[in-house]
Nanobody, 133 residues
Framework: QVRMMESGGGSVQAGGSLRLSCAAS???????MGWFRQAPGKEREQVAS?????????????EYADSVKDRFTISYDDATDTVYLQMNSLKPEDTAMFYC??????????????????????WGQGTQVTVSS
């Protein structure tokens, strides 16, 4: 079964940076990718999403949770079909399991809506990010 595969998690001190990567284990017909996180005892939440249909005028449209704006950057490399999450100025409250997901939607707005609803179809097993104070 094809799934997403995350890497790049680890332990850092507050103020530090990490870069997460995600690629599919096989071919997935998709145009929307996102990062999500879940802290112990909390619900899974959206971190960021990106619309990856290159032929579309809304290609590279991104959306972020308010809590990570100006600190995290999602990007997509179409040459390697990999999505990244650059995380700067990390805080202890960013500690969570980070998941990558992908899906196929009818446009950037639908991608963003599905991301907010955490309803993308293909998921990875997650990578742990721990930020110490």
């Amino acid at each position: 079964q094809v799934r997403m595969m995350e890497s790049g998690g680890g332990s850092v001190q507050a103020g530090g940076s990490l870069r997460l990567s995600c690629a599919a284990s096989g071919y997935i017909h998709r145009n929307c990718m996102g990062w999500f996180r879940q802290a112990p005892g909390k619900e899974r939440e959206q971190v960021a999403s990106i619309y990856t249909l290159e032929e579309d005028a809304d290609y590279d449209t991104t959306e972020y949770a308010d809590s990570v704006k100006d600190r995290f950057t999602i990007s997509y490399d179409d040459a390697t079909d990999t999505v990244y999450l650059q995380m700067n100025s990390l805080k202890p409250e960013d500690t969570a399991m980070f998941y990558c997901a992908a899906g196929l939607f009818d446009g950037a707005r639908a991608c963003a809506l599905a991301s907010r609803r955490i309803s993308l179809g293909y998921w990875g097993q997650g990578t742990q990010v721990t930020v110490s104070s």
